[in-house]
């Protein structure tokens, strides 16, 4: 299939399920996809981020969301929620994007984010469950769980929106890939692009400094964890 054909075919895929997220594809090297690839056949993966349109917002946060202080902008909100996977030893890059917050309401809006890509490269069997706690944290209307295979991937609800629901999934398919050196990751229409650069972060390849900025910024998130383990 010709790049041009891949390209067309995922438009009309994207009108037709009225996907809530939109193509916006990005060049990417072969072996950089390659690698990445790996880790999504290998792993359980997600993608998820704390960008909101409006992070002060807080009508539709579930009980135990981490409400923004002040000041705290959707860079630091992202920022905090990477180093809590990477202290949670998953590895981490990444992914630029766009998608439609209050998807098939009035209140429908396109909002640019910055989302991560994260590998449960340690085969966590609470990996999911974690994804979703972050996702609820954070107040997004939804994460996205991508399976070892890349085989029925689904959104998660992790706050009050309608669309998906809180605890709600909703299958989205299976992940997809571009060709000839272009990289999309294409669920249900849900495009994103992975930046060349970066591949996955991982705890053990940080600094000791960044690690012990990584280790204060997720201590909270950590401690709710052992308690729960506790219990």
């Not at 930046?195 to 000791?208: G, I």
């Not at 950590?222 to 308690?227: A, H, M, S, T, Y």
């Amino acid at each position: 299939m010709k790049l041009k054909d891949l390209k067309d075919m995922i438009s009309e895929a994207v009108k037709e399920k009225k996907s809530v997220l939109l193509d916006k594809p990005k060049l990417l090297k072969e072996s950089s996809l390659s690698r990445l690839y790996k880790h999504m056949i290998e792993h359980d993966t997600a993608i998820l981020t704390a960008y909101r349109d409006d992070p002060t917002d807080i009508s539709q946060c579930v009980k135990g969301a981490d409400l923004p202080k002040k000041g705290e902008t959707n860079q630091i909100r992202n920022r905090n929620l990477k180093a809590t996977l990477l202290a949670m030893g998953y590895g981490v890059t990444k992914v630029d994007g766009s998608y439609i917050e209050d998807f098939n309401t009035p209140a429908a809006k396109e909002v640019s984010e910055n989302s991560l890509f994260c590998a449960n490269i340690k085969d966590d069997p609470e990996f999911v469950k974690t994804v979703q706690k972050l996702g609820e944290k954070y107040c997004q209307d939804s994460v996205l769980i991508i399976p070892k295979g890349t085989k029925n991937a689904y959104l998660y609800g992790t706050n009050n929106a309608e669309f998906p629901g809180y605890k709600q999934s909703i299958d989205v398919g299976d992940a997809k890939f571009g060709e000839e050196a272009e990289f999309m990751t294409k669920i249900g229409g849900r495009s994103v692009t992975m930046a060349e650069e970066q591949l996955l972060e991982v705890y053990k390849d940080l600094s000791r400094n960044q690690r012990m900025a990584v280790k204060a910024i997720a201590k909270s998130f950590l401690e709710e964890k052992n308690e729960e383990r506790n219990k």
